[in-house]
């Protein structure tokens, strides 16, 4: 399952979660939405993994990344393989 990191006051958490549900993701489902605000284990991953303390970040298998815009264009064109995952 993707799993995308956020913290509460981001507005580009919200810009990204809010494009997750218009696509049609279902939390718990089809993306885990994690907490990493400070002191969170969900922001030690974030670093662990993509090695800065910035969210929001997404993480898919061994695809990972920063940046609003990029991670909502994956989301876009990962929504097709999903589904047929799905099926
Ligand atoms: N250009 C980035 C900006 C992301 C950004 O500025 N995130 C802030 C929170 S809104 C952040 O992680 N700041 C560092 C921190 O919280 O430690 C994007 O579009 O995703």
New binding site residues.
């Given amino acids: 399952m993707i799993q995308l990191y956020v913290r509460n006051g981001?507005?580009?958490?919200h810009k990204v979660i809010r494009a997750a549900e218009e696509l049609g993701y279902q939390e718990g489902k089809d993306i885990a939405i994690i907490d990493a605000a400070p002191g969170t284990r969900g922001r030690e991953e974030v670093l662990e993994i993509g090695g800065k303390?910035?969210?929001?970040f997404l993480r898919d298998g061994d695809t990972s990344m920063?940046?609003?815009?990029d991670i909502i264009e994956y989301l876009r064109s990962s929504f097709h393989t999903m589904g047929s995952e799905k099926a």
Avoid: K, L, Q, T
């Fill in positions: 981001c507005p580009f958490c303390a910035m969210v929001p920063y940046e609003s815009n």
